[in-house]
């Protein structure tokens, strides 16, 4: 006991320290190299491939499908009245700008012009009433913009980034004087990933080929200027997402200066103790999302720094955030109680995300990543030559797994609880397995007892299932690991998915952390991992 | 019979040659003119002074008035959450530009805010739903706007021109992850009136005063880059309006560049005829509104240019356009018919306004204006020297006044009747008393009586009235006179206008030409006579 005390102890002076001075002395140097690395957006412009129409229809997901129908060509010509309504599909996912330009047709425009859009990534927010607004989120995140047009004749572009593959129009204010087409519409889709030509061994599987063509361009849409979450939804930088996006784009893309920006930013932006905020905004001027701190994230952090280094073997980046990785271990050990436990109630309760299901406790699945972390955190400061800063570490990650396994682990069972009311979860055994907590053999046997119980509280996001996949391939459960990735992603494809989803349940189409679906991200960063898997373990997803 | 046929032909002849050699040479030097006379939009910011609240009151105009409340300061530190809705009063009408400023008052911007802004000439805008909507004219004149903000903490200016006193905020979208207010707000408002002090006698009563305080603000707020009809809607450029607020403006701000750029803009938009055009637009480029043609308005287009000339002695600009005079008359004297009566059958039907007022023949109206318009035509061939190219003209108005007095005049009962059904209206007697086809006591008696009779068409708007007003000054009906500028334009005032409204019947609140009082203009050109009349005649109003 006296001796995880003064470890404890250690650590935090130790940190304290290197952070003050860097807080002083790096932040703006991080901002500018943050700036630096800035990737050049791609520009792309995108014209609509088809009329659809909306077609309600129990068997489709979310009880909607779209059904193409004739008069693309004659629309572009097709005096627009008031009432009228068309949905354009565009054909893929796109996030970027809108342009539309409405041209007279017959005699002068006489009165302004109001024409409702609505954007949308998927048919559900075309078919869906969004007021009185249900959500728990911004109601304006919802892609619905009323414009009004003294004057037309001249494209008109819509300020606000969108993100969708439909555009419905609807015409709200025309006048008997005249007539008037919308003659040209199109996008200037954006993105920071370059033209990639992604090779699959021949033997692969046409569901997996399918998979890893929706994977790539759930990554590319959310490639920005930094990895955001979501282009239609946050449209920001969050560790937890950059950590996904930076593996999968080293599996692809291969983009390491937009990683190696979204590190310095997130650095750069810490609060004033040096506990990395878990999102940051780029506009109007680089800021964090105050108060917004996730334990879990700030961990992932120093992951996600070890992966940049040993795709890039950029030392240079690596040691100078180096501090900030000493400090999230130093931040998160202040929450390890005398029984070893990490214990949420020691200091000032923090976020701890993990996943979207309502009542999961994070308690066991927090003790685990915490050993995931602190093994990757000395991994990488054996690559930087650090092992004198990070000396403690392996000493107070076998205490926290040795309390896991004496406290949290059902020996006779063979499985994890966590929190007061013993809540079994895939969560739990998930991040035992990769903090290798347990064998993989005991870890095999965790999750396969766990996931046969009907009433074990199971992953809602593919943020989830991307580290069940990488726990049952750590379990050698490879055939599981690729039927997962053919279920469940490939679940989302046979569904229509041009893009992976933010929440995605077998069993609830209208799954929503919000309250609402159609506020849901159906293009988001956590969601694109089969690249990663497919590509850096084809012998298990290639065949 | 013989004789007017002649006469007739010579017309034509004569005039057709001009207006073809005018036509190819002139269109392009008079836009270039109309261009070099724009007169400088002054620019005034103007902030509101307080909140407001509607309150429904059966004796209030329209049954809502505004009612003041406090908390204006305070508003602008307070927190705006969805649901949330204020009106804001800017204490008097605005033409311009609205800016606002919603600025981060805890945490940071986390998702994107959604305002819906209404702006209302007078309360009813504000409290009729504007959808569905039953108006005839185009829906996108309402003037509410919604839109969506990104990123906050920076001024935003709506791109539309409004028109308005009030400004209702409806807060649609917020985040429950920060706090804003509208930290600040106001008009950039733009007229070309320049400051002017109007004087007048000391024995001026406090109704006459207020109605020339209204009258004046009126004109300032449709005087921009053109005299406009209604800075709200049409926004646009009308001979009707340009005549009245061209006599208004010589009896106040006097700026002539304005008058001569609008007579100028007129002209180069004519038909290929050379018939004007009711009303042109100067953006995006200056364009009329095709196939709008109001021979009444084409003749009035004459009388301004008379006007314009007296006032300013600018006889190269009376002479440039002299032939646009010519055409006028030419155009309209083929109506005239064998029996020397204005027959709108004679040749393709054009519109005939003089008033909203539903059912109105126009038949009688137009023969005394044609009358009118000779004479004041003839007066300007007579300032220019161009006695030569109008020789037939007394003599034709001579025809036209006999064959009135003939077929319309009921010289027993003392009156004119205008139509297939004898339709005995104010606006018959009207033109008859302004074009002398009857003397001023016979115009007394014929006024009198019609306003005494219950079913005689009255006028529906303030620039039929104008005409009353005119017609009973010619009639020597000065008390008469005096008294409805006190009772109809009074009227308003004591209603609470700010500035004359388009269609105004002491009557009928709810009085639309379009069906839909909220879209009726409430700031209207046609309306802003007053002021003429006070400094014209001020033996009778300013006493």
Redesign the interface.
């Known amino acids: 006991m006296k001796k995880i005390a003064l470890l404890l102890v250690g650590l935090l002076c130790a940190s304290s320290l290197v952070w003050a001075d860097v807080y002083q002395t790096q932040r703006q140097e991080w901002l500018k190299k943050a700036e630096a690395a800035t990737p050049q957006l791609h520009e792309t412009i995108i014209r609509p491939v088809s009329l659809v129409k909306s077609v309600a229809d129990p068997n489709a997901y979310q009880d909607w499908r779209m059904e193409n129908i004739p008069g693309l060509d004659a629309f572009y010509k097709t005096p627009l009245k008031?009432g009228d309504s068309y949905i354009l599909d565009f054909g893929k996912h796109i996030t970027g700008y809108y342009t539309f330009t409405l041209s007279t047709l017959e005699?002068?425009?006489?009165?302004?012009?109001?024409i409702k859009f609505t954007f949308a990534e998927m048919p559900v927010e075309l078919n869906t009433p969004f007021?009185p607004?249900p959500g728990?989120?911004?109601?304006?995140?919802l892609q619905d913009?009323?414009i009004?047009?003294?004057?037309i004749?001249?494209p008109v572009t819509i300020e606000?980034?969108l993100a969708c593959r439909y555009v419905k129009i609807e015409v709200?204010?025309?006048?008997?004087?005249f007539q008037f087409a919308m003659s040209d519409t199109y996008f200037t889709a954006l993105s920071s990933a370059p033209e990639v030509q992604i090779e699959l061994a021949e033997t692969t599987p046409a569901i997996i080929r399918d998979i890893n063509r929706v994977s790539i361009e759930t990554l590319r849409e959310c490639m920005q200027t930094v990895y955001e979450d979501g282009p239609k939804?946050?449209?920001?930088l969050w560790i937890g997402d950059l950590y996904l996006e930076s593996i999968a784009n080293a599996q692809s893309f291969k983009q390491f200066d937009l990683t190696k920006r979204c590190l310095y930013l997130l650095a750069a932006l810490a609060a004033e103790d040096g506990q990395l905020h878990a999102n940051v905004?780029e506009?109007?001027t680089p800021?964090?999302?105050?108060?917004?701190i996730c334990q879990d994230y700030s961990l992932l952090y120093n992951v996600a720094l070890l992966e940049y280094l040993k795709s890039t073997g950029d030392k240079e980046t690596a040691l100078d955030l180096w501090p900030v990785v000493v400090n999230q271990i130093k931040l998160a050990a202040n929450y390890i109680d005398e029984t070893h436990l990490y214990n949420p109630q020691k200091k000032t309760p923090l976020w701890l995300f993990f996943d979207w299901r309502a009542g999961l406790n994070t308690y066991a699945p927090m003790q685990g990543l915490f050993v995931f972390a602190l093994n990757k955190s000395y991994e990488l400061a054996q690559l930087l030559g650090k092992e004198d800063e990070a000396k403690e570490w392996p000493a107070l990650a076998k205490q926290i797994k040795k309390a896991a396994r004496k406290q949290l682990y059902d020996q006779k069972k063979g499985y994890f609880v966590s929190g007061p009311d013993k809540q079994v979860s895939y969560m739990s055994q998930i991040w035992m397995i990769l903090g290798s907590v347990i064998s993989p053999a005991e870890g095999q046997k965790a999750l396969k007892q766990v996931m046969a119980m009907p009433d074990a509280v199971y992953p809602g996001t593919p943020y989830a299932y991307h580290y069940l996949v990488e726990a049952m391939i750590q379990c050698e459960m490879k055939a599981e690991a690729r039927q997962l990735l053919i279920d469940y992603w490939g679940g989302m494809v046979k569904k229509g998915a041009d893009t992976f989803w933010e929440a995605y349940d077998p069993k609830d189409d209208f799954l929503s952390p919000y309250n609402f679906a159609p506020i849901n991200s159906y293009c988001h960063a956590w969601s694109c991992t089969p690249i990663y898997f497919i590509q850096r373990y084809p012998e298990i997803f290639q065949k």
């Open positions: 008031r005699r002068a425009q006489d009165a302004p012009v109001r007021d607004y728990g989120l911004g109601r304006a995140w913009e009323i009004t047009l003294p004057y004749d001249k606000r980034r709200l204010g025309d006048s008997p004087g939804r946050d449209q920001r905004f506009k109007p800021h964090p999302q105050y108060g917004t």
